[in-house]
């Protein structure tokens, strides 16, 4: 089983920038896409962004398309979502995930284990 625990969150004014990491531990990291998750309360978790295990394949949300990067360190064990021009609509419980193996797809069904969530909150 893979651990995830996510850091880097926390109150940012509208068109300010974060930086989330995702450190993961546990022998099925491997070679897994990993991603980024977003929930706000009464709402579905929606997708963000995902990188396959050589980084070389990348997803974005259409809504975060040009804003957010994702990155890895497969040698940290870290996964990395950079943030820029942040909006208050996204402001949010940010959740690593990991899917169930290395296809480059990351739906809520294919993912494997899930961090404990970071508080985003971008004020207006």
């Known amino acids: 089983q893979v651990q995830l625990v996510e850091s880097g969150g926390g109150l940012v004014q509208a068109g300010g920038s974060l930086r989330l990491s995702c450190v993961a531990s546990?022998?099925?990291?491997?070679?897994?896409?990993m991603g980024w998750f977003r929930q706000v309360p009464g709402k579905e978790r929606e997708f963000v962004a995902s990188v396959t295990w050589s980084g070389l394949s990348k997803a974005y949300a259409n809504s975060v398309q040009g804003r957010f990067t994702i990155s890895r360190d497969n040698a940290k064990n870290t996964v990395y979502l950079q943030m820029i021009s942040l909006k208050p609509e996204e402001t949010a419980v940010y959740y690593c995930?990991?899917?169930?193996?290395?296809?480059?797809?990351?739906?809520?069904?294919?993912?494997?284990?899930w961090g404990q969530g970071t508080q985003v909150t971008v004020s207006s």
């Open positions: 546990g022998r099925t990291f491997n070679r897994n896409t």
């Open positions: 995930a990991a899917a169930v193996d290395e296809a480059g797809d990351l739906s809520i069904g294919r993912v494997l284990a």
